[in-house]
């Protein structure tokens, strides 16, 4: 991290800021794979509710209670849970 610029921080300020964010920067890397796994989630599975609404009855019954699974899932923030159990 690199601060320039006029400020009215004072060293001491910017050292504990620094000290701040390489403390936390493992917790703020599990958020971003959390959220882009989620993302990712999302994006498929409007992919395939998309696929599905031009495919209509040519898709077997089945697959639909499969697809309330992952939506719940996406929609519970249950994606956190995994990705932690999988570490």
Known sequence: MTITGGTALSKDDISHMVQDAEKFASEDHQR????????????????????????????PVLLDGDLEICHYYLDHDAVDARLARMK
């Open 32 to 59: 971003r794979e959390a959220a882009e796994a989620r993302n990712a989630g999302d994006q498929l599975s409007y992919q395939v509710d998309k696929s599905l609404e031009e495919w209509g009855d040519k898709v």
